[in-house]
């Protein structure tokens, strides 16, 4: 059984900066690709960011250069530095987490409320 759980999100004013980690429990052998997808209210899921097991990311343009993705193999966590929020960046987050094999992993996502 293996569990994906998300945490750090909440409500900021415009400007402002917070961390996203998400953990991953259970029997998960050779994580590959750790990654952050988002959902805003009537839009589709999106690719926030993403980062390979050798370190190789990809930032979705809209938050390049305010967004930073990281991992901790160590601990089976990836983390979400977000600074310079904007309103548009308000969405539910949703950790994904990809085995050697192609499995993926979702957890239940953590809200992100951005106010003007």
């Known amino acids: 059984q293996v569990a994906v759980v998300e945490s750090g999100g909440g409500l900021v004013q415009s400007g402002g900066s917070l961390r996203l980690s998400c953990a991953v429990f259970?029997?998960?052998?050779?994580?590959?690709?750790m990654a952050w997808y988002r959902q805003a209210p009537g839009k589709e899921r999106e690719l926030a960011a993403s980062?390979?097991?050798?370190?190789?990311?990809n930032t979705a343009e809209a938050v390049k250069g305010r967004f930073t993705i990281s991992r901790d193999d160590a601990k089976n966590s990836v983390y979400l530095q977000m600074n310079s929020l904007k309103p548009e960046d308000t969405a539910v987050y949703y950790c994904n987490v990809e085995n050697y094999w192609g499995k993926q992993y979702w957890g239940k996502g953590t809200l992100v409320t951005v106010s003007s």
């Open positions: 259970g029997n998960i052998i050779s994580i590959e690709t």
């Open positions: 980062i390979t097991k050798s370190g190789s990311t």
